[in-house]
């Protein structure tokens, strides 16, 4: 089993066999080649993403990739799970940025990636983005790189509804100008407070909250400005308030604290859990009331009524992501408890035309939904492939495809 960073959460570390190795692969962890004309860098796996960021920053570029698990994530893992960061919006996913990859297999050494681009056959690169491990190991990952951006500034804006700010973000992400981050929190979000972890509860009590949308720009001064003043009329046009800076500067000093809320909820007999999912911009409305819903039945017949909260975090000329976020009362056995609501959740994503992960991956906790999603002839498909380049079916068993 490759491990990087450790950061999955829906399995993918958990094969189905008893005993395994856990090949370890933080000493992987050097800046190979960076080349200023092409704007590329090769990267080796075990890099953790705060270390690449420190390297790029030394010879002035960036990743751009700054997703919550940043400060403990591997760049293997990004391009093993089809990472998505928060400046998703202007920089893109990982899987956007990678432009070649050598995986190591038991049957020797797969090297892809020549150019930027190239009509050469199917991209292979797409095979191994996105494989958790199951068809090899990611010994290195060529990506593009960015200039460090001169100004950065974000903002925020409130919404009167999730629908309308929905509206105001598809109307940025089609038409443009595209911030480098564009989230939007629906009400019950919004209203706790859980976009600005280090003020958490702030909100409560107001009874026009609305719905938080934080937009960042990031560049040249001069483009940043420019991006910012037509952004802010568009988000007018559809009915935004602005806020300032403070609520979208809260937002990035605490992106990142969110995910260590969890241990103190536990401590005091709360559950907390996420999931997420995308769909294309006509079904956004049926897939959020679907997937709340189904969370909201389930935990309450349990006895344990939920608060589900949502945001749109990744957008695109087509679609969005929605990332749920629930908290409970744990019950007695909190993984049993959780189950449930997880099938139901994922039953619902499918039956409302959305994706079982947008950027989680695949694991064992999405894997059967998976293989029902992607149909089972192309399951087998990529059973062909494991088989050929994993024979004897070694490489993180029952993560992201069945075993036999």
């Avoid at 993918?12 to 050097?30: K, Q, S, T």
């Avoid at 009590?205 to 400005?225: H, K, M, N, R, V």
Wanted: proline share 6%; aromatic share 8%; net charge negative.
């Amino acid at each position: 089993v490759p491990f990087g960073g450790g950061t999955s959460v829906v399995g993918g570390l958990a094969p189905e066999r008893g005993a395994f190795v856990a090949l370890d692969l933080r000493r992987m962890d050097a800046l190979l080649d960076l080349d200023p004309v092409s704007r590329t860098a090769v990267l080796q796996p075990g890099l953790r993403a705060p270390a690449a960021e420190a390297l790029l920053a030394e010879q002035g570029f960036t990743l751009g990739h700054f997703p919550q698990s940043f400060e403990w994530a591997s760049i293997g893992g990004f391009a093993a799970a089809r990472s998505s960061g928060q400046a998703s919006a202007g920089y893109g996913r990982f899987d956007e940025m990678v432009l070649g990859l050598t995986l190591a297999t038991p049957e020797g050494t797969v090297e892809t990636g020549r150019a930027p681009r190239s009509a050469a056959g199917p991209d292979l690169r797409q095979l191994i983005l996105g494989s958790e491990g199951a068809f090899g190991v990611i010994t290195s990952v060529t990506v593009r790189v960015r200039p460090l951006p001169e100004t950065k500034v974000y903002e925020g804006w409130r919404f009167a509804s999730f629908e309308d700010g929905a509206a105001a973000l598809r109307r940025l992400a089609q038409d443009g100008p595209r911030p480098t981050v564009l989230r939007l929190s629906d009400e019950t979000e919004t209203l706790i407070g859980l976009a600005s972890p280090d003020k958490i509860g702030a909100g409560l009590g107001q009874s026009d909250a609305g719905c938080l949308a934080i937009t960042g720009y990031e560049g040249t001064p001069e483009e940043t400005a420019y991006r910012r003043e037509r952004a802010a009329a568009v988000l007018t046009a559809c009915g935004g308030t602005p806020l300032g800076t403070e609520s979208g500067e809260r937002w990035a000093h605490g992106r990142f604290s969110a995910p260590y809320l969890r241990d103190a909820l536990l401590d005091v007999g709360a559950f907390a859990e996420t999931l997420e999912t995308a769909a294309f911009w006509s079904r956004v409305p049926e897939l959020y009331a679907a997937v709340r819903t189904a969370l909201t039945d389930t935990l309450t017949e349990a006895g344990t009524p939920p608060l589900v909260m949502c945001h749109i975090s990744h957008v695109y000329e087509n679609g969005a992501s929605l990332y749920f976020t629930v908290v409970s009362a744990q019950g007695e056995d909190p993984v049993a408890h959780w189950t449930p609501a997880k099938h139901a959740a994922n039953e619902a994503i499918l039956a409302a035309g959305g994706t079982i992960s947008h950027h989680h991956g695949v694991g064992t906790d999405h894997r059967d939904w998976y293989v029902r999603e992607t149909g089972e002839l192309a399951v087998e498909a990529l059973r062909a492939v494991k088989r050929r380049l994993d024979p004897d079916g070694l490489l993180n068993p029952g993560v992201l495809l069945p075993t036999d």
